[in-house]
Nanobody, 123 residues
């Protein structure tokens, strides 16, 4: 059974940092592209960052460029999202997603989704 589990969310102050993890089970992560998405109540889920199968291609939403970094550790079957200089508008439930397409995408077109982890940025 293919499963993605996010962790690392929590409450952080403005300007703080968090590192989210997305652990895959039931499949080998290096064969999949991974996307990170976020959603707040009443709004559509939006793409935050993505990484290609090889890890050689990454992409970021304009709102997080220069602050967030996506990476993958294939040996641990894990993808990370390092989030720095957090702002209140980063508050959301963060999801990771995976599928077998090559190029990463910030569109919500992925096949497999995790359950999400809450990130709250407050003063």
């Amino acid at each position: 059974q293919l499963q993605l589990v996010e962790s690392g969310g929590g409450l952080v102050q403005i300007g703080g940092s968090l590192r989210l993890s997305c652990v895959a089970s039931g499949f080998t992560l290096p064969y999949y592209r991974i996307g990170w998405f976020r959603q707040v109540p009443g709004k559509e889920r939006e793409g935050v960052s993505c990484i290609s199968k090889s890890g050689g291609i990454t992409n970021y939403a304009d709102s997080v460029k220069g602050r967030f970094t996506i990476s993958r550790d294939n040996a641990k079957n894990t993808v990370y999202l390092q989030m720095n200089s957090l702002k209140p508008e980063d508050t959301a439930v963060y999801y990771c997603a995976a599928d077998g397409a090559y190029y990463c995408s910030l569109a919500t077109v992925y096949r497999y989704w995790g359950q999400g982890t809450q990130v709250t940025v407050s003063s």
